[in-house]
């Protein structure tokens, strides 16, 4: 037992005592004298904290501090340019366009345009003005009896238990207004999505949440009854999650009231984690079949699913089997792995899944080379903020963007980081009803709008600012990269575009050969796991 632990709890009970001796008033300090004295002695025996039991009493400033660790630099300590995973920099530009204020800044940029690593937009001698219409594309391929006009931004998945019923009626309503959809994630249809009527994109995973039966399998009438309703424009079946891949989604049970439970078909309270795979299909032939299940049974509405992409070759099996069975989704999610999340490993939230930028390439390249991106149009998330943002994924091939935390930020999310942890402070990702209350969904839907209106805008004065009448003219030579200190490439330089049709043909180009010879449109994994006369070096796919 530390000697100063011992010195002054003597003092303590001494003084308590002489006190009391003086004025038998002073006999409440023993009030927080005997907690105080237990306390340490609790430290001091105690086996699992190795400072408390070396350091009582002092040892829980470390926890203090610990605890807050992350808010203390978020607020005080950091610089303007360092906060991860978004910096004050990109933040304020968001609650500046949620609040509608004016969004200039003085004396010059913050970013350094030599560091390797940095991008920026080529502009023209001969700029034009663009109109305040919104930017829509259409979503849907030969099958599709309902197509969508679709916003180029929207609301990525985000379910009611992951966020808050408030939050996800702010979220709606701010799609209302705008004129741009809103995923429901894969926890289910609720009537939080439905309070305002703005368009929905309804989601589901492994789980099957909200079109399920008792015994966790998909359910074909239920999920008929869910994507015919009205508000829901689009169906998205998530196969895997860019901040998770490869593992199931994760509830905790801090989260998982019983209103949650009644809606997932779960039991209250109980940490849910959703398996890591579909039951509905095992290959990529079956993939395509569920496809068409699916359009059919929602009476011809765009079918899409959400990928992020990890072995290369079985994004091409994918393309093989439409090749095979003549399905095709209308559109494809790509999700990037620094996409974010409420909750998910450690490991896989750092480093598992292909960051978006690449797996977005990637994915528009074997569909052109397939000759089937003329009928599928890709949607991309992955720290999606600004509109810079939108301007190089729609440059890099993408058709439209999902943002999940500029939204949130729209809301007044303020990075505190304990989005799993029930204690959201700004009411965006908790259930405990005392902190949802602080986030108005009749204000901040007004914010989410705003930061819709205000992003687009950016972007058409991007696209203006680079000679184009449209974002259908952006391609990758629009976008300028500091490779290395003393060199710069365009994307179209870094990523060079296939020939449409290429991978049809019995001779490849040389960068698709192996992934292609593993692709197989009967089985996701290669048909042939020997390859005994390859090196292993050989066998790792490039993502080019």
Not at 149 to 169: D, E, P, Q, R
Not at 394 to 399: C, F, R, S, T, Y
Not at 424 to 439: A, D, I, Q, W, Y
Request: hydrophobic share 40%; glycine share 10%.
């Amino acid at each position: 037992m530390r000697p100063y632990f011992i010195i002054i709890s003597l003092i303590l009970i001494i003084s308590g005592i002489y006190l009391t001796y003086i004025d038998i008033q002073w006999a409440w300090s023993f009030v927080f004298i005997v907690p105080l004295i237990l306390l340490g002695l609790y430290d001091s025996f105690q086996r699992p904290n190795n400072v408390w039991r070396n350091f009582p009493w002092v040892g829980h400033l470390k926890s203090i501090f610990v605890d807050s660790r992350e808010m203390a630099q978020d607020w005080f300590l950091e610089n303007d340019r360092e906060g991860r995973p978004f910096n004050w920099v990109q933040r304020e530009i968001i609650y500046k366009r949620a609040d509608d204020v004016s969004q200039e800044d003085p004396f010059g940029t913050q970013f350094n345009y030599y560091k390797p690593g940095y991008e920026w937009f080529l502009h023209s001698a001969a700029p034009l003005q663009h109109d305040d219409e919104d930017i829509r594309i259409s979503v849907g391929g030969p099958d599709c009896k309902q197509p969508y006009s679709s916003s180029i931004l929207n609301v990525s998945a985000m379910s009611f238990g992951s966020i808050s019923k408030n939050a996800t009626m702010a979220l709606n309503g701010g799609a209302k207004l705008g004129n741009f959809a809103s995923n429901t994630g894969e926890g289910g249809l609720t009537e939080y999505h439905l309070h305002y009527g703005g368009d929905l994109v309804f989601q589901f995973g492994t789980a099957y949440f909200g079109c399920r039966d008792g015994n966790g399998n998909f359910d074909e009438k239920l999920f008929a009854e869910t994507s015919q309703h009205p508000n829901v424009k689009m169906v998205e079946m998530k196969i895997s999650q860019g901040a998770k891949p490869g593992y199931g989604a994760v509830l905790p049970g801090l989260k998982n009231t019983p209103e949650i439970a009644k809606i997932r078909c779960v039991t209250p309270y109980e940490t849910i984690i959703s398996p890591a795979g579909h039951t509905t299909f095992k290959t990529p032939v079956e993939l395509m079949y569920f496809v068409k299940k699916m359009r059919d049974l929602s009476n011809g509405k765009p079918i899409g699913f959400k990928f992020c992409i990890g072995q290369p070759y079985e994004f091409l099996a994918i393309c093989k089997a439409m090749i095979k069975t003549g399905i095709m989704p209308d559109f494809i999610t790509i999700d990037g792995g620094e996409g974010g999340t409420g909750a998910a490993p450690f490991d896989s939230l750092n480093w598992v899944g292909t960051p978006a930028e690449e797996a977005l390439v990637y994915a528009h390249d074997a569909l052109t080379g397939f000759d089937l991106k003329k009928h599928i149009k890709l949607f991309v998330g992955g720290k999606v903020i600004s509109g810079f943002h939108i301007v190089k994924y729609l440059a890099l091939g993408a058709d439209a963007c999902y943002s999940a935390r500029g939204m949130m930020f729209a809301l007044g999310c303020v990075q505190a980081l304990q989005c799993n942890e029930n204690t959201c402070p700004s009411g965006v990702t908790t259930m405990n009803p005392k902190l949802e209350h602080g986030l108005n969904p009749e204000d901040k839907k007004v914010k989410v709008m705003n930061f819709h209106h205000n992003t687009i805008k950016a972007v058409k004065d991007m696209v203006g600012a680079g000679g184009l009448t449209s974002t259908k003219g952006l391609n990758r030579k629009y976008i300028a990269k500091r490779v290395s200190a003393n060199k710069i490439q365009t994307l179209d330089q870094v990523f060079p575009y296939p020939e449409t049709g290429c991978l049809l043909t019995n001779t490849y180009p040389e960068r698709w050969a192996k992934d292609m010879a593993m692709a197989d449109p009967d089985n996701f994994h290669p048909t042939d796991w020997d390859f005994v006369e390859m090196e292993q070096s050989e066998l790792q796919p490039q993502l080019q």
